[in-house]
Structure formats: structure tokens, C-alpha cells
């Protein structure tokens, strides 16, 4: 019997996290934004030990999954609000998961921050690739605010070791 994919997307949820989330300096207000969190551990934990942020530190370093020990790892994105309501759209990719076949997943991203809200949140949890190497995780959105477009693309590299 074939396995269901080990990547799971977990529920949006409305900045509740007990993470802090990484602020950057010297973003002028009004100007969307998304930071992130890479994290990882084992099966019971995905959040066990820091990996990077958005913010800093960026090198992005996770241990290689083994057959006697997978390394799991939560993804955790926060999309920011700006006071008018703003939409998010477009995909990123966790190039150092790994479902068993592959190591390479997308995802996409469609979320709207209401304009009294401060923060969206999306995370994914899957198993990190049991082959080592420098992979990526690629961040391609558009915000819209009031008819505006906002691009923001993020590549970070993450060396699986």
C-alpha cells in the first residue's frame, strides 16, 4: 500500500504562534512583508531546535534524515498586515523536504490580511531529504493593497548536512 505524502500543511491561524515572530529593521510602515522561521526535530517536536529566520541569523543549516532517525522540520511563514486589507498570492517551495520520492514541494500561497488584523500564518511540517546538500526555499508572492502590487521573491539557501 502506498503512503500518503509526509509533507502536511497545517490550518491557517491568526498570529498565535508562541514563536516570536522576526520583525526586519527599518521597514517603513505601510509596506507588506512576509518573515519566516525554519525549525526542526524529530516526529514528536518539529519545532525543537532553531534553524534561521527571516531576520537572522540566514545561514540555514539542518541535519540530513537518517532511516533510524528523521528529522522533522516546521516551516513556519507570517504574512504582514499594513491597516488596509492585503492579499497575498503566489507559491513557495521547501526544496530540502522530502516525501520519499522527491525533495522538492511547492505550495500556494492565497491569503488576505483583513485590515484590522496584524498577521496571517501558515506552516508546514515535513520529513527533511535523507541526502545531504545545499538546497532552497524560494519564496514568490505578490501583496495587494488598495490595487497595488507588491512583489517579493526570497530565495534562501539551506544546506542539509
Known amino acids: 500500500m502506498r503512503q500518503l505524502p509526509t509533507v502536511v500543511t497545517l490550518a491557517i491561524c491568526m498570529a498565535s504562534c508562541a514563536k516570536p515572530v522576526p520583525e526586519p529593521a527599518g521597514l ?15 516526529r514528536d517536536n518539529a519545532d525543537a531546535e532553531f534553524a534561521c529566520q527571516s531576520t537572522g541569523p540566514r545561514e540555514c543549516v539542518l541535519p540530513v534524515s537518517r532511516p533510524e532517525a528523521r528529522v ?7 504574512f504582514h498586515g499594513v491597516g488596509r486589507e492585503t492579499t ?17 514541494h511547492d505550495f500556494t500561497v492565497e491569503t488576505i490580511v483583513r485590515g484590522d488584523k496584524k498577521i496571517s500564518n501558515h506552516a508546514v511540517t515535513g520529513i527533511v531529504t535523507s541526502k545531504p546538500g545545499r538546497y532552497t526555499f524560494r519564496l514568490t508572492v505578490d501583496a495587494m493593497v488598495s490595487g497595488a502590487s507588491t512583489p517579493i521573491h526570497e530565495d534562501v539557501p539551506v544546506q542539509v548536512e
Do not use: A, N
Not at 517603513?28 to 524529530?42: A, E, Q
Not at 522533522?72 to 507570517?78: A, G, I, K, R
Open 88 to 104: 497575498y498570492r503566489g507559491t513557495f517551495r521547501l526544496e530540502f523536504l522530502s516525501d520519499g520520492d522527491t525533495t522538492q
Open 72 to 78: 522533522f522540520s516546521d516551516v513556519h511563514l507570517y
Open 28 to 42: 517603513p510602515p505601510g509596506v507588506p512583508h512576509v518573515s519566516w522561521i525554519i525549525m526542526y526535530g524529530d
